[in-house]
């Protein structure tokens, strides 16, 4: 069939996402994506001319073969990293009826299955707003009714904010963005009403004296989620046995922060990469404020010396709230083995001697560092500070859950 010949062939490239460069210890195998199919829509990812050229082929043999016809009047074509190259595909695009390449320089983003596929700001707050549109004419229909206060709140939850949970489990929005088609609901819900019930009431269950409504923020953060908990329980010894989706999660959260375990960012906040410029909202900032809403307690958590060491250093420190001591820029780039090491006799984690010739790499900032832990300006996390006293024995490696 067309798209077993295209993954049939070797030939054709398609997409491959790999781990970044200095990934290492247990590298994720590369995922590589050639189509993508739901009901009768398939999407396929070109890498090059050549792919293009084999696909126009496969959809001529196959139109030979079936008797069949493309309606490429519903063809699209778009560029993944949202830069127009229009001009190194134009002339094979065009042979094949396709005469636009979507990009960041559109104004509407391409819709693929009813989600948005945004590759500008600009896009993004356009879709939003179309959906702020949409949600009001639901709301003035509803508003010219007599409904009670329960009504009203069966009506925001059932027939308005239901219209935004589909797209919310995959498009990224800014909390500006949550807020204004919050404030829509608000909008319906306190017309009419004095006085105005405030939105953390209308949020609380009734049982708690409110009415139930769907908070918008926590209901995002909710479907997001979904992607994550798969992510939390996966060991790099079961990569085979998850979903594609899920591996390409694990190699985007990996490749951003320049990790070995995606686990680490996702759970330690101090060790995320900041970009000091951001052009959009992205993936990788909603499933950190997903992973955040949850309420988490490392004081009690026991790891292994050897998972300690593979540890991020500035995961185990921390400044104390009184003091202005400023962190090396090199700490984000250290891991606890950098300055830390293993005494085998008496199983703890000491400071590295001050003599030791792979300090040397790191110029200055293991003295600063070891000089800010004795003055008590920098602290070591509760999780990590018993694996600094000698202990009878090794510990086991277990680890208790901290979420």
Same mark, same amino acid.
């Given at each position: ?8 062939? !070797? ?54 073969? $079936? ?8 063809? !699209? ?16 695009? !065009?042979?094949?009826?396709?005469? +636009? ?25 356009? +879709? @939003? ?7 009001? @004419? ?7 009714? $007599?409904? &009670? ?17 589909? #797209? ?11 807020? $204004?088609?919050?404030? @829509? ?11 105005? #019930? ?36 996966? $060991? ?110 008496? +199983? ?9 010739? &792979? ?9 600063? /560092?070891?000089?800010?832990?004795? &003055? ?10 018993? /694996? ?10 277990? @680890?208790?859950?901290?979420?």
């Amino acid at each position: 069939t067309f798209l077993q010949a295209i993954l049939q062939d !070797e030939d054709f490239a398609g997409y491959t996402l790999g781990s970044h460069q200095d990934s290492s210890t247990h590298p994720v195998p590369s995922v590589n994506t050639k189509l993508l199919c739901y009901a009768d829509d398939a999407l396929v990812f070109i890498n090059n001319r050549n792919d293009l050229r084999l696909l126009d082929y496969y959809m001529d043999l196959f139109c030979r073969a $079936s008797n069949a016809k493309f309606n490429y009047n519903k063809v !699209e074509a778009f560029s993944l990293s949202g830069r127009d190259h229009w001009p190194f595909w134009q002339r094979q695009l !065009e042979a094949m009826h396709i005469h +636009h390449l979507h990009s960041r320089k559109d104004d509407l983003p391409l819709i693929y299955l009813g989600f948005p596929l945004v590759q500008s700001t600009a896009q993004r707050q356009n +879709h @939003v707003q179309s959906i702020i549109s949409k949600l009001e @004419v639901a709301v003035k229909l509803h508003s010219i009714r $007599s409904l &009670s206060v329960v009504g009203k709140a069966t009506v925001v939850n059932t027939l308005v904010l239901s219209k935004c949970w589909y #797209i919310f489990r995959v498009t990224a929005l800014t909390q500006q963005d949550i807020q $204004s088609i919050t404030s @829509v609901a608000i909008r319906f819900l306190k017309s009419g009403i004095f006085p105005a #019930i405030p939105w953390s009431t209308w949020t609380l269950p009734k049982n708690q004296g409110g009415l139930g409504i769907l908070d918008v923020k926590a209901q995002y953060a909710a479907l997001y989620f979904r992607w994550i908990q798969p992510l939390l329980t996966v $060991s790099y010894t079961t990569l085979d046995d998850i979903s594609p989706l899920s591996r390409m999660l694990i190699h985007y959260i990996n490749n951003i922060n320049h990790s070995s375990h995606h686990q680490v960012p996702l759970l330690l906040p101090t060790t995320r990469r900041i970009f000091l410029r951001r052009t959009r909202m992205a993936t990788i900032d909603i499933i950190y404020k997903s992973i955040d809403l949850l309420p988490r307690n490392f004081d009690s958590v026991r790891i292994s010396h050897a998972t300690s060491l593979q540890l991020p250093l500035q995961a185990v420190l921390y400044v104390s709230p009184h003091s202005t001591f400023r962190l090396p820029t090199k700490l984000r780039e250290m891991k606890v083995l950098d300055v830390f090491q293993h005494n085998t006799d008496h +199983h703890f984690l000491h400071w590295k001697d001050t003599s030791d010739p &792979s300090l040397r790499s790191w110029k200055l900032a293991p003295k600063k /560092l070891f000089n800010g832990l004795a &003055s008590g300006d920098l602290l070591l996390q509760p999780f990590f500070q018993p /694996l600094c006293l000698p202990s009878p024995a090794p510990d086991n490696g277990r @680890v208790d859950s901290a979420i």
